[in-house]
């Protein structure tokens, strides 16, 4: 059974910079797309970005173009999310998935891990 597995979140202030790591367990046959998401207080879930199995296919929101990267590193089953420039609209629960496809909606993502916590002060 797949699972996934988010780290990294905190507090931080305006303008710092974050790393999330998402790590995933499942079939040595599994290769997922992944994404990461975010949820705020009071707000729908919003995806922030997504990338292919082999890495070739990224997307990523134009709420943090050119301040967040996606990678993987297939070897450690593990994706990152680079958060740089964070503003305090950034704070949400951010979730990492995985599905067939690198998609920008949540309900082609099958798999969730539970969240982790990033807040940006002012």
């Known amino acids: 059974q797949a699972h996934l597995v988010e780290s990294g979140g905190g507090l931080v202030q305006a303008g710092d910079s974050l790393r999330l790591s998402c790590t995933a367990s499942g079939p040595t046959s599994w290769k997922p797309a992944m994404g990461w998401f975010r949820q705020a207080p009071g707000r729908e879930r919003e995806f922030v970005a997504t990338i292919s199995w082999g890495g070739g296919t990224q997307s990523v929101a134009d709420s943090v173009k050119g301040r967040f990267t996606i990678s993987r590193d297939n070897s450690q089953k593990t994706i990152y999310l680079q958060m740089n420039s964070l503003k305090p609209e950034d704070t949400a629960v951010y979730y990492c998935?995985?599905?067939?496809?690198?998609?920008?909606?949540?309900?082609?993502?099958?798999?969730w891990g539970q969240g982790t916590q990033v807040t940006v002060s002012s």
């Open positions: 998935a995985a599905g067939p496809v690198p998609v920008l909606v949540g309900h082609r993502y099958n798999t």
